[in-house]
């Protein structure tokens, strides 16, 4: 009922910068949170950043100060501007979104994932 579309992952060098986008389409009536997580091989999966529906942002103090999430309500989209890349950001990215549909239902969705790489 309610699908979400990563994009803007890829390979960068330290330092550099990369933009990940993630759009939610099907049948929304509103969206609750919205946030980014990632995950490394043989690791958990790790909040990254979050942005509630008032405007409140959250983010892990790994990415504090050169990771920012922003929102778009309209699109129904996410945004991670990403700057300052390190080797160790390198992760598959997930969005989250917690999305209220038109039925009143509630419900937990997640993005299909997008590989970030950063080279040394």
């Known amino acids: 009922q309610v699908q979400l579309v990563e994009s803007g992952g890829g390979l960068v060098q330290a330092g550099g910068s990369l933009r990940l986008s993630c759009a939610a389409s099907?049948?929304?009536?509103?969206?609750?949170?919205m946030g980014w997580y990632r995950q490394v091989p043989g690791n958990q999966r790790e909040l990254v950043a979050s942005?509630?529906?008032?405007?409140?942002?959250n983010s892990a103090d790994s990415v504090k100060g050169r990771f920012t999430i922003s929102r778009d309500n309209v699109k129904n989209t996410v945004y991670l501007q990403m700057n300052s890349l390190k080797p160790e950001d390198t992760a598959v990215y997930y969005c989250k979104m917690i999305v209220v549909i038109t039925t009143g239902d509630q419900y937990q969705v997640w993005g299909q994932g997008t590989q970030v790489t950063v080279s040394s």
């Open positions: 942005a509630g529906s008032s405007g409140g942002t």
């Open positions: 099907g049948n929304i009536k509103s969206i609750n949170e």
